[in-house]
């Protein structure tokens, strides 16, 4: 499906979404004080969460990437996960919280919840910007959570449509008639 010329409406404003990540940073610094924490981005969406949240994080810490595919191009969870490019370094006695851009049914987070517990991590906690509980289909527990959110497709902050808007800097919705017509 070509991507159309939207008209997008803001969800969380940039500002607003600053403010809440340097009081997620520092409830994080706080918990983590002394411990090995490596934070671990579930890429695609999470990059530019992880990118301001770590900074908000005043703690010597350590940063990994996870790709996880999905998606794809579309607006609905497949169910199915699949890891496309592994961590770098073993989990083994280090504090892991992974970083996610959304937890929408919960199914990839409790999928990689499962797989990351055989890597023996001291502890494995997360911290995502967004939840929509009303689509939840597997409960997850989020341990640092920015925004909960109706039971709609965001885009910008990360998160895409069709791989376009990560870049926006805030989260917002398509509102444009065009996009509607594609099936949100
Ligand atoms: P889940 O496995 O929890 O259903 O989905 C998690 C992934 O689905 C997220 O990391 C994100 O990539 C994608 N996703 C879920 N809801 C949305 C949304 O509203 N907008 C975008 N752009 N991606 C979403």
């Known amino acids: ?3 159309p010329d939207p008209q997008i409406e803001v969800v969380i404003s940039a500002e607003k979404l600053s403010a809440r990540i340097r009081e997620l940073g ?3 610094a706080r918990d983590y004080t002394g411990k ?3 934070l671990i981005g579930v890429l695609k969406g999470s990059f530019v969460f992880l990118a301001d949240l770590c900074r908000a994080i005043d703690l010597p810490l350590s940063v990994e990437f996870l790709g996880v ?3 794809g191009d579309e ?3 497949s169910g199915a996960v699949q890891i496309t490019s592994d961590l770098t370094r073993p989990l083994e006695g280090k504090h892991a919280l992974l970083v996610e851009d959304i937890v929408d049914t919960g199914l990839t987070i409790e999928y990689l919840r499962e797989s990351f517990a ?3 991590p001291a502890s494995l906690k997360l911290a995502s910007l967004l939840h929509k509980p009303s689509r939840t289909k597997r409960p997850t527990t989020i341990d640092y959570l920015g925004f909960t959110i109706p039971d ?3 885009i910008g902050y990360g998160l895409d449509y069709a791989q376009k808007f990560r870049n926006l800097p805030y989260v917002g919705r398509i509102v444009s008639k065009s996009a509607s ?3 949100f």
């Open 181 to 183: 017509a594609g099936g």
């Open 69 to 71: 595919a999905s998606y």
């Open 152 to 154: 709609e497709f965001v």
């Open 36 to 38: 090995d924490l490596v």
């Open 118 to 120: 055989s890597r023996h």
């Open 26 to 28: 520092r409830e994080i």
């Open 75 to 77: 607006t609905q969870s």
């Open 1 to 3: 499906m070509p991507v």
